[in-house]
């Protein structure tokens, strides 16, 4: 499964609409120290569901908005899409999914999968057991590291079975055994 491109409008430091194209391989996005590079992952874990805004670098949920600069009026919603291509990885019936997430500064927030309105639960769902979701392995943050570097050794054997997918086995004989 492929991410194919991202596109933000209004979200974070993207006061204009931008797109991204994701080819085959390694994409690095280089750039100065707080031109936004970290913000584009806190769009993908956006998208995929995060609800926690601390994880995403921020203490309100309008936080994620454009809030404005010397030249630019503040923003009142933001928006962004992710492309995937689909290989069977996700549960739908469609070669391309384009999974979309809005957020109006009254608070009201809409999500889409295909241009149909759906839940976040429809959007967990989409990505669950798929490892893409946005609590899974495949998006680490920079503080993440640090976490990974300075955890203690039962913290650490913890990160290496969430990323083995030994964790829901686990967690599936503590119940067991509960019974
Ligand atoms: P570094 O190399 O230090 O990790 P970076 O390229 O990852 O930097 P980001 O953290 O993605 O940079 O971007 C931070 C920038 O985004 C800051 O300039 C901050 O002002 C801007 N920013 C964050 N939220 C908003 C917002 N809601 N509206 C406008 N700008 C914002
Ligand atoms: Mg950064």
């Not at 931008?18 to 690095?28: E, L, P």
Request: proline share 2%; aromatic share 10%.
């Amino acid at each position: 499964m492929q991410l194919k491109r991202l596109e933000a409008y209004g979200f974070k430091s993207f006061a204009d609409k931008i797109s991204i194209d994701f080819d085959k391989g390694i994409t690095a996005i280089v750039g100065p120290n707080g031109s936004g590079k970290s913000n584009i992952t806190d769009a993908i874990r956006w998208v995929l569901g995060e609800q926690n805004v601390r994880n995403l670098r921020g203490t309100k949920a309008e936080d994620i908005i454009f809030t404005g600069s010397a030249s630019r009026k503040a923003l009142g919603v933001a928006e962004v899409s992710l492309f995937f291509a689909n290989d069977g990885t996700l549960p739908v019936d469609f070669r391309e999914v384009v999974v979309t997430r809005r957020l109006y500064r009254s608070g009201e927030s809409e999500f889409y999968i295909n241009r149909s309105r759906c839940r976040l639960k429809d959007i967990y769902n989409l990505f669950a057991d798929t490892g893409i979701g946005h609590d899974g392995m495949s998006i680490i943050g920079q503080n993440r590291i640090d976490d990974i570097l300075n955890s203690r050794p039962e913290e650490r054997r913890a990160f290496f079975e969430e990323t083995a997918g030994i964790t829901k086995y686990r967690n599936r004989k503590r119940e067991s055994v509960r019974k």
